[in-house]
Structure formats: structure tokens, C-alpha cells
């Protein structure tokens, strides 16, 4: 893998759910698991659906980065310019060389 081709910086954070002391609910944040990662983002297609009444536009989008342990499918990859993608699934490039994330965007 070209160092090269990785020309945009990405952070991934992990689902971090707290339950209330109060009533038991849940609260969800996010928290860093990688920071200052190098990257390569491919948007590659698009649909727009309808979720709860509202038209919301999804888009498959897949990432580059090099290899590391523990990215898992409850993560999320974030971009500085504020895009979130949700990792689906992560697929290992052979040797260890990267991981390819398949990730979704949900836009309003």
C-alpha cells in the first residue's frame, strides 16, 4: 500500500452506552479508539429512502486505511469536515497490509 494514496486524516471512535442510576436508560457517547489515522474515502453509490416520514439520503461509502486490530461493526469513522460513516463491515486487505471499511452515511 502506497503511503501516497492515504491523503486524508480520520479518527474512529467506539459506542461507549452508560445506563441511568435514575430509571435505568440508556446513554450513548462516543469515545476515541483511533486517532490521526490516514485514509482514503470512495464514495461509491447512493440511494435516498424514507424513514419515519422523513426522506433521508444514504450513501455507501467505502474506506481505506492501513491495518489494525480491534475495528469492530459498532464503530463509526469520523472525517474533520464533520462526515460520520458507519462502519458495516471491515474486510482485511491480505498480509495485513489494510483494512477496507464499508461504511454508510445517512444524510438528511
Avoid at 441511568?20 to 490521526?36: K, L, T
Avoid at 469520523?78 to 483494512?99: D, F, H, M, W, Y
Wanted: charged share 25%; with cysteine.
Amino acid at each position: 500500500m502506497q503511503a501516497g494514496t492515504l491523503y486524508e486524516t480520520l479518527s474512529i471512535e467506539q459506542k461507549l452506552v452508560i445506563r441511568g442510576v435514575d430509571f435505568g436508560e440508556e446513554q450513548i457517547s462516543w469515545v476515541p479508539f483511533a486517532q490521526s489515522i490516514r485514509g482514503n474515502i470512495n464514495d461509491t453509490g447512493g440511494v435516498e429512502v424514507i424513514n419515519d416520514g422523513l426522506r433521508v439520503m444514504r450513501r455507501d461509502v467505502h474506506v481505506l486505511i492501513r491495518w489494525r486490530p480491534g475495528v469492530l461493526t459498532d464503530m463509526r469513522v469520523k472525517t474533520p469536515s464533520g462526515r460520520v460513516l458507519q462502519i458495516l463491515n471491515a474486510l482485511e486487505v491480505p498480509r495485513r497490509r489494510g483494512l477496507i471499511l464499508n461504511c454508510q452515511e445517512m444524510s438528511v
